[in-house]
């Protein structure tokens, strides 16, 4: 078994982790470390155990928001025909796009960091 190392706005945890998935949980830490950064930068310093039950409920909201997204694309696609799934697909680019203009966003405010 394999251990990663995370730090979480300042905060160290040693994480076990099936062996092979140290990119993936590093990654994954990463971006909690990013939002936890963000909040602290919004907010100000919190306890650790509030930060991150916060950052928790903001990757829960997006997760919520992503799965909204998919079920509408899904039921907008299963209803068949050429003008919807162009619809669809209009609505992907879209969503593509904005998540884009996210991600530019926030690798500025770290390159700013």
């Known amino acids: 078994m394999a251990q990663v190392t995370l730090?979480?706005?300042d905060h160290q945890y040693h994480i076990s982790c099936d062996d092979g998935q140290e990119a993936q949980i590093g990654r994954l830490g990463r971006y909690l470390d990013q939002r936890g950064r963000e909040l602290i930068a919004a907010i100000g310093p919190v306890q650790e155990n509030l930060l991150l039950a916060m950052i928790g409920l903001l990757i829960a909201d997006e997760l919520a928001e992503t799965y909204g997204e998919l079920e509408e694309l899904r039921?907008?696609?299963?209803s068949g025909g050429a003008e919807t799934k162009a619809a669809a697909e209009s609505a992907v680019v879209d969503a593509v796009d904005a998540l884009s203009?996210?991600?530019?966003?926030?690798?500025?405010r770290l390159r700013g960091a």
Not at 75 to 78: F, Y
Not at 101 to 108: C, D, F, L, N
């Open 7 to 9: 730090s979480i706005a």
């Open 75 to 78: 039921s907008a696609t299963g």
């Open 101 to 108: 203009v996210r991600i530019e966003a926030i690798a500025e």
